[in-house]
């Protein structure tokens, strides 16, 4: 019997993608004074709609693509890595975080009602 099912592994890569996004916001942050650093991110919603994609077709979920961010404002040194939106960025990885986890909290809670419901 499987405890989990395509929700679970939706979830797990919701949240897999969002430490992504945390792991790639950090690494903008740590290189805000590096000379001709240019910042890179990904599209959090098309990654999330292929690893959806995917899931229900049984296959593995690729790794996100990760691209270098257009569009920003460089700095003489070549640098275009702006504080503000990877401050920006990062909250908004915190928030689908905290709540992916509470839905997948939710999902197990429902699963342990579930089997503890004829000790009732």
């Keep these: 019997m499987e405890l989990t ?3 679970s ?6 949240l897999d993608l969002n430490t992504r996004q945390i792991q ?11 000379p001709g650093y240019r910042a890179v991110g990904m599209d959090f919603e098309a990654e999330m709609r292929q ?9 593995a979920a690729g790794a996100p693509r990760v691209k270098r961010e257009d569009g920003l404002i460089v700095r003489p040194d070549g640098n275009d890595v702006s504080m503000d ?6 909250a908004e990885a915190q928030l689908r ?6 839905l997948l909290k939710e999902q197990f809670s429902g699963m ?3 089997i503890h419901a004829d000790a009732k």
């Design 24 to 34: 790639l916001t950090a690494s903008n942050m740590a290189n805000i004074d590096t």
């Design 85 to 90: 939106r990877e401050s920006l960025n990062l």
């Design 112 to 114: 342990m009602n579930a």
């Design 9 to 14: 592994n939706e979830l797990a890569h919701y």
């Design 51 to 59: 690893a959806m994609r995917s899931i229900e077709k049984g296959e």
């Design 5 to 7: 099912g395509t929700l």
């Design 97 to 102: 975080f905290k709540t992916g986890v509470a």
